[in-house]
């Protein structure tokens, strides 16, 4: 109870009159870790504190709005866990704060499977190309329809990227040239809420002979 009644405390001087000051921001590591604590009553009033401070960072001085968006970001992984396993009224608020919060993307270009081509050997690599940023690219594997790359890259946001996609297209690299293999683009947007995604994707057009799919498995983590 006592957690409680600082948290209220704590918010009341959020709404007032310090919104865009230093105080608010002194506040959150404190609304933070009400959230880390696990309990439901204390959890719940730090929730709504900062989705309501949230609001304010688009009209408080840049330095500021970005200062408090960046001590929030802590709660990433608790808010992540909250939209998985809390309490069905905490989901929307968690998914919703989530949306303002800095973050980072991590893309682990783990293996491909089944990377034939029919009339050479296979110098599998694949390009990553993220809105308009430079492409990456991982490292070649020479002679390997199943390479193993354990590559990750990441970017970095101020909000999250909503709606955007992550292009992978894979190549095979000869004396002539490159070969693609196949593409595949990728939503974003649940990694943001689950916090980690991992699968097999398959790379389009499916183009091998016998009828089998050509795939990447890759694992997606978006973090503070």
Not at 35 to 53: H, R, T
Not at 81 to 107: D, N
Not at 113 to 129: D, P, R, V
């Amino acid at each position: 109870m006592k957690m409680l009644s600082g948290l209220f405390m704590l918010s009341s001087i959020i709404f007032l009159d310090f919104v865009g000051t230093e105080v608010a921001t002194l506040c959150i590591p404190h609304l933070v870790g009400a959230l880390q604590a696990g309990v439901e009553p204390a959890q719940e009033a730090a929730l709504d504190a900062l989705c309501l401070l949230k609001h304010s960072w688009a009209s408080s001085p840049v330095d500021v709005g970005k200062a408090q968006a960046m001590a929030a970001a802590e709660a990433i992984p608790i808010l992540q866990l909250l939209i998985k396993s809390g309490p069905p009224r905490f989901h929307e608020k968690a998914e919703s704060l989530l949306q303002y919060l800095p973050g980072t993307l991590t893309v682990n270009i783990k293996r491909g499977s089944n990377l034939k081509q029919t009339m050479a050997t296979t110098n599998a690599f694949c390009k990553l190309t993220f809105g308009n940023g430079p492409p990456r690219e991982t490292k070649v594997v020479a002679q390997n329809t199943s390479p193993e790359w354990k590559q990750g890259f990441a970017w970095a946001f101020d909000v999250p990227p909503r709606g955007q996609k992550l292009l992978i297209s894979c190549k095979s690299k000869n004396t002539f040239g490159k070969v693609a293999l196949g593409k595949v683009a990728i939503q974003i947007d649940r990694v943001v809420i689950l916090g980690t995604i991992s699968g097999q994707y398959t790379l389009l057009p499916d183009s091998n002979r016998d009828g089998t799919s050509r795939t990447l498995d890759i694992e997606f983590q978006w973090s503070n």
